[in-house]
């Protein structure tokens, strides 16, 4: 791998990143494992499927981006998990199976520019997007590289994980990533063509609903949610079904591949904590970007789902 062949991070990124030209050592995906099973399914909730309109026709969507025409698309029911794999979830795993992500393999990984701390290797940005540097040892346990570590962020979205990184503990834990019509229908929580998972006005009442930028992106972020970087899940109020944070903090990993022709390029959904009007609105419910899927930054994580 080259800097020139790095994969684009996922955060409103303007085009899929061109694929890697090399991978990491091949690891299997680790095997189901039972009692990590039951207690991961255990804690889903449970959905009952159905027809709902799917999409948006809004005078705000990204053009290119696929999100219309609105359509009735059914849904069989499913269990889908309340919120995004936290660090502690994932560190359980990576213990029990000795796990290594991508980014670890790859010795490298996207840090939001802000975060970057004086001294840490730095091998360049991503084309088209220079706010994004690739900060050698950044991982899922060391988000802004070495000497920055997770212990005091146990309840946050893991992040700097790889689609692959999140199939590896769907293996173990006996659940799938969700579909995009899942994930959208999962989102908007009984809601009928909303624009956001709680309604059509971004901040009713003037209150925050979901983590993304306050301020002049990609330099100043006034942070009036509370938060700069991700949130602890659930900081913000649940979703018609007990969902959180479906808009903004990360984005999330999908089952569905952005296009048939589109090899190794896969939808993900939600928006993060870096979108911001100004440059990327999707945090609205039915908006939708891609990436490849050896891809890992600071704002990409994943939720699972399984079978009722």
């Given at each position: 791998?080259?800097?020139?062949?790095?994969?684009?991070?996922?955060?409103?990124?303007p085009?899929?990143?061109?694929?890697?030209?090399?991978?990491?050592?091949?690891?299997?995906?680790?095997?189901?494992?039972?009692?990590?099973?039951?207690s991961?399914?255990g804690?889903?909730?449970?959905?009952?499927?159905?027809?709902?309109?799917?999409?948006?026709?809004?005078?705000?969507?990204?053009?290119?981006?696929?999100?219309?025409?609105?359509?009735?698309?059914?849904?069989?029911?499913?269990?889908?998990?309340?919120?995004?794999?936290?660090?502690?979830?994932?560190?359980?795993?990576?213990?029990?199976?000795?796990?290594?992500?991508?980014?670890?393999?790859?010795?490298w990984?996207?840090?939001?520019?802000?975060?970057?701390?004086?001294?840490?290797?730095?091998?360049?940005?991503?084309?088209?997007?220079p706010?994004?540097?690739?900060?050698?040892?950044?991982?899922?346990?060391?988000?802004?590289?070495?000497?920055?570590?997770?212990?005091?962020?146990?309840?946050?979205?893991?992040?700097?994980?790889?689609?692959?990184?999140?199939?590896?503990?769907?293996?173990?834990?006996?659940?799938?990533?969700?579909?995009?019509?899942?994930?959208?229908?999962?989102?908007?929580?009984?809601?009928?063509?909303?624009?956001?998972?709680?309604?059509?006005?971004?901040?009713?009442?003037?209150?925050h609903?979901?983590?993304?930028?306050?301020?002049?992106?990609?330099?100043?972020?006034?942070?009036?949610?509370?938060?700069?970087?991700?949130?602890?899940?659930?900081?913000?109020?649940?979703?018609?079904?007990?969902?959180?944070?479906?808009?903004?903090?990360?984005?999330?990993?999908?089952?569905?591949?952005?296009?048939?022709?589109?090899?190794?390029?896969?939808?993900?959904?939600?928006?993060?904590?870096?979108?911001?009007?100004?440059?990327?609105?999707?945090?609205?419910?039915?908006?939708?970007?891609?990436?490849?899927?050896?891809?890992?930054?600071?704002?990409?994580?994943?939720?699972?789902?399984?079978?009722?």
């Open positions: 791998m080259t800097d020139d062949d790095a994969n684009l991070p996922a955060c409103c990124a085009s899929p990143a061109p694929l890697r030209l090399s991978t990491p050592s091949a690891q299997e995906r680790p095997d189901r494992d039972g009692d990590a099973a039951r991961v399914v804690g889903l909730v449970a959905l009952p499927g159905g027809t709902f309109d799917m999409g948006s026709e809004d005078a705000d969507v990204n053009p290119g981006d696929g999100e219309g025409p609105i359509r009735p698309v059914p849904v069989d029911p499913f269990r889908v998990a309340p919120t995004a794999v936290t660090n502690a979830e994932f560190a359980r795993f990576v213990e029990a199976t000795g796990y290594r992500t991508q980014a670890e393999e790859f010795g990984s996207f840090v939001f520019h802000l975060f970057v701390a004086e001294g840490v290797q730095v091998r360049g940005s991503a084309a088209g997007t706010w994004w540097l690739a900060v050698d040892g950044a991982d899922w346990n060391h988000p802004e590289g070495p000497g920055s570590s997770v212990d005091d962020r146990a309840d946050h979205p893991v992040v700097h994980v790889s689609r692959e990184d999140a199939l590896a503990y769907c293996s173990w834990s006996g659940t799938r990533l969700p579909t995009e019509v899942e994930w959208e229908y999962a989102a908007r929580g009984g809601l009928h063509r909303q624009r956001y998972a709680w309604g059509d006005e971004l901040t009713p009442g003037g209150e609903m979901c983590n993304i930028w306050q301020g002049t992106f990609p330099r100043v972020n006034t942070a009036e949610d509370g938060y700069v970087g991700t949130a602890p899940v659930g900081s913000f109020p649940a979703n018609g079904y007990g969902l959180y944070d479906v808009a903004g903090n990360v984005w999330e990993w999908t089952a569905t591949a952005w296009a048939p022709e589109a090899y190794d390029v896969w939808v993900v959904r939600g928006g993060s904590y870096l979108c911001h009007e100004s440059y990327c609105n999707r945090y609205r419910v039915a908006a939708r970007t891609r990436n490849t899927g050896d891809s890992s930054s600071g704002n990409t994580g994943f939720r699972v789902v399984a079978d009722s």
